[in-house]
């Protein structure tokens, strides 16, 4: 089946440092990327996603590539601030699966930012 | 436009009794889904419909859990009865599209505590 695997946490780091958090995935068929982010008291939102290999997904200065050879798709930012302290899930949807949508999660992976 | 909401934000209830958790998703989403992270652990796949029909329903635990999507508009789930492995926070999601690689949008979250 498929499944995905973040790195442990929790990662706290210190303002305009840089950050990666790495992601595999295994995956049946062919699956889509993604990373959601969970601010404090707030339900979770798309950061970025990539729906084939070599895709690179970006925003808010987040960036992650689809590399199928190695099945990862690691979350990068250059310059971390203190708004950035969240909980980071990755996620994949597989198109080769019998329901399509159907996100699988990493672990999450919370991100704290001092100042 | 409205996001998806989620009621009760919290729940607090004793093992045996029943809860009914609801969910609106945007306007015009045909797709809704559930998912539920159980603490310390990831977010996991309770079921998904299009419109009014379960089009998977892999990720429900057992018959305790019983969803619904009258019309196609807000869904409900209930838990009847109530066990102290079902705390955790549920999440509904919705999407427009048939191809799996649409964003996702979530709601808050309900937070349940079985005691």
């Known amino acids: 089946g498929n499944s995905v695997t973040q790195m442990e946490g929790p990662v706290t780091l210190s303002e305009e440092a840089f950050l990666t958090i790495n992601c595999t995935y295994t995956?049946?068929?062919?699956?889509?990327l993604f990373w959601y982010v969970q601010y404090p008291g707030e339900g979770l939102q798309l950061l970025l996603k990539?729906?084939?290999?070599?895709d690179k997904g970006s925003n808010k200065g987040f960036e992650a590539t689809y590399r199928k050879e190695t099945t990862s798709f690691h979350l990068e930012k250059g310059s971390v601030q203190v708004s950035d302290s969240a909980v980071y899930f990755c996620?994949?949807?597989?198109?080769?699966?019998?329901?399509?949508?159907?996100?699988?999660f990493g672990q999450g992976t919370i991100l704290t930012v001092h100042p | 436009e409205a996001g998806v909401t989620q009621f009760p934000s919290h729940s607090v209830i004793e093992k045996g009794q029943t809860v009914t958790l609801r969910c609106d998703p945007i306007?015009?989403?045909?797709?809704l889904y559930w998912y539920r992270r159980v603490m310390g652990k990831e977010i996991k796949f309770l079921l998904h419909?299009?419109?009014?029909?379960?089009?998977?329903e892999s990720g429900m635990p057992n018959n305790r859990f019983l969803a619904e999507r009258t019309g196609g508009t807000y869904s409900t789930l209930k838990v009847q009865p109530a066990e102290l492995e079902d705390s955790g926070v549920y999440f509904c999601?919705?999407?427009?599209?048939?191809?799996?690689?649409?964003?996702?949008?979530f709601g808050p979250g309900t937070r349940l505590l079985v005691l």
């Open positions: 999601a919705s999407s427009q599209g048939w191809r799996g690689q649409e964003t996702q949008y």
């Open positions: 995956a049946t068929g062919y699956p889509s």
């Open positions: 990539a729906t084939k290999a070599d």
């Open positions: 996620a994949l949807t597989d198109l080769g699966g019998t329901s399509y949508g159907k996100l699988t």
């Open positions: 306007s015009g989403h045909d797709n």
């Open positions: 419909f299009v419109k009014e029909s379960k089009q998977d």
